[in-house]
């Protein structure tokens, strides 16, 4: 068994702001609470064992839960899945999973985030209501995160 949580955690700190086409650009804010809607990866797998292969993590385990806090005094958390590969090529979801907490800094169109001394910076799309997070896992390729604002 692989437990794939702690690469989901490093992309689970970045954004981008966005500006509108109807006035002077204005910084979209992070701040706030967002959950996983979609989990896309690069490879198609079949973890719920139905015969069919899927490149949404979430459509195919929907017991994967993945929730990102950013508070306004520059702190975060996440709480996160880790997806458990069998041999056979299923999956599941540990709902203990792994979490994170920090700080982090938005300059730029970058957010760097500080967790246990590692500090990641990084670039994502983001909208009043979306937050579209890009990255690469040795395991599951090319990543897309999309999370929407509760």
Request: net charge negative; aromatic share 10%.
């Amino acid at each position: 068994m692989k437990r794939i949580g702690y690469f989901l955690l490093l992309f689970s700190f970045i954004f981008a702001s966005c500006s509108s086409d109807d006035g002077p650009a204005q910084e979209i804010s992070i701040v706030g609470t967002w959950t996983a809607t979609s989990f896309l990866t690069s490879q198609s797998f079949d973890l719920d064992g139905d015969g069919q292969e899927s490149n949404d993590i979430i459509e195919e385990l929907d017991c994967y839960m993945s929730v990102l806090t950013f508070r306004a005094d520059g702190t975060f958390s996440s709480a996160t899945s880790d997806i458990i590969l069998e041999a056979d090529g299923t999956g599941s979801c540990d709902l203990v999973g792994s979490s994170a907490s920090g700080t982090y800094v938005y300059e730029n169109g970058r957010l760097s985030t500080i967790n246990n001394g590692q500090s990641i910076t990084s670039t994502v799309d983001l909208s009043a209501d979306t937050l579209v997070l890009g990255g690469q896992d040795q395991n599951l390729g090319t990543l897309t995160i999309t999370y929407s604002r509760n």
